[in-house]
């Protein structure tokens, strides 16, 4: 084994600057696979977090009505009457949670429900001293909210404890602040169908995504029951989970118990997901490229070293070497570029991701960020050392059959190829 190895590091090293090129490839390539799907990943999990944190991994909504036609009756040949078939007819929804109380206990109920908290949400319109805009008012039971979201974190100018304090207070968008020049302590005039009511701001919010806090301004329930002239219901039920990646499963299981749609948050959030994967695969796809140039040129390298060495081929076959001996060395010396490139990759990889999610980079788009949000993942690691692994594989496996098939006779008289 060890007289392989040797063998294999001098036919390497005969062609140093080729499988230079084919190291800083599979090197580079890998180190790109897992730049780029650290901040695609990044994104997305940040994104997801952020949805999670602000309208919850599961959504109750609106109740449903199965109506059913009255039977249909069947007759024999001679007109005699053999049964009955009862129809269904199209699906009925009514709007909203007519008892939003009733229902959230039950749903508390199921194992992996945390919380529960009802929501009353009605377009609005909202002016400051200066402007005016249009928004949502989301009328929510503080503590209940608080159970379920990560409100208490996302306020950034102001506290928690002043929303408590005051019945007629809000909380306001980041964005929608801005655009209205406000800050905690100024007041705001809020119009619903015809009628105007004054509110104060409490503190100012900012979940991270733009959409979110340029309309959003939350108030107490009872307030909001008022303003929108909405004594009882709800609009939906917000519900924490133990486990968001159950929220599919436990939205099925509550639409049949409840007779109410269920929403998990990767059905309410699929477009935004399938954008996420799309852009994972392509960039993974892209990358990919590199790592395939590299394995040609190490196939091209590999090859021309078969051509080269066929005598030296001959004399370790006369020597007793077997086929099996022959082909080693040359899987070998694909092997020994393929672990210094994913060693020196993943290496490059690492420090690539740590200097970009260092570097400031304020993002003011559809997420918030002040810089690039990256995930550390071995999964990342693993799949672009598997990735090269398998070009590697492929593009040393047809040198090694062509060299383990030289004979040392038709060498020796010439007749190789």
Not at 94 to 111: D, H, S, T, Y
Not at 397 to 403: E, N
Request: glycine share 10%.
């Amino acid at each position: 084994m060890q007289t392989n190895l040797k063998i294999a590091l001098r036919f390497l090293l005969a062609k140093k600057r080729s499988m230079l090129m084919s190291l800083v490839g599979i090197a580079m390539g890998v180190a790109f696979i897992i730049l780029t799907q650290a901040i695609t990943s990044g994104f997305q999990e940040f994104f997801v977090r952020t949805i999670i944190g602000t309208d919850g991994p599961m959504r109750v909504e609106d109740k449903m009505f199965q109506n059913m036609t009255p039977a249909v009756g069947a007759v024999d040949a001679q007109g005699r009457p053999v049964g009955s078939v009862t129809v269904e007819s199209n699906r009925k929804y009514q709007e909203g949670v007519a008892e939003p109380r009733l229902l959230g206990e039950a749903i508390k109920r199921f194992p992996d429900v945390t919380n529960v908290s009802a929501v009353l949400r009605g377009n609005i319109g909202i002016q400051s001293a200066t402007r005016g805009d249009a928004g949502q008012v989301f009328g929510i039971e503080l503590d209940d909210h608080l159970a379920v979201s990560d409100l208490a974190h996302q306020i950034t100018i102001g506290g928690i404890d002043d929303f408590r304090r005051a019945p007629s207070g809000v909380l306001v968008g980041s964005v929608l602040a801005n655009r209205l020049g406000l800050r905690p302590g100024d007041s705001v005039l809020i119009s619903y169908a015809g009628h105007s009511t004054r509110y104060k701001v409490s503190a100012i919010y900012e979940t991270g995504i733009r959409d979110i806090d340029k309309v959003r301004v939350f108030m107490h329930m009872q307030e909001a029951r008022i303003l929108l002239n909405r004594p009882y219901g709800a609009t939906y039920l917000q519900v924490g989970l133990r486990d968001i990646n159950k929220a599919p499963e436990m939205a099925e299981q509550v639409s049949l118990m409840t007779d109410h749609v269920a929403k998990s948050w990767q059905e309410r959030e699929q477009i935004w997901l399938a954008v996420f994967q799309f852009f994972r695969v392509m960039a993974a796809i892209i990358v990919f490229t590199i790592i395939v140039v590299s394995g040609l040129g190490m196939f091209n390298t590999l090859f021309m070293i078969v051509m080269e060495k066929t005598k030296e081929i001959a004399i370790l076959r006369s020597m007793g070497f077997t086929r099996g001996d022959i082909g080693f060395v040359f899987m070998m010396q694909g092997m020994m570029v393929l672990v210094l490139g994913v060693t020196i990759g993943c290496a490059l990889g690492a420090l690539a991701t740590w200097g970009v999610s260092s570097l400031p980079m304020p993002n003011t788009g559809l997420f918030a960020a002040d810089h690039i949000v990256v995930a550390w993942r071995a999964l990342h690691y693993l799949g672009a050392a598997s990735a090269s692994a398998i070009v590697v594989l492929i593009a040393s496996l047809l040198p090694a059959r062509r060299a383990a098939e030289l004979e040392p006779a038709a060498i020796i008289r010439g007749a190789s190829q």
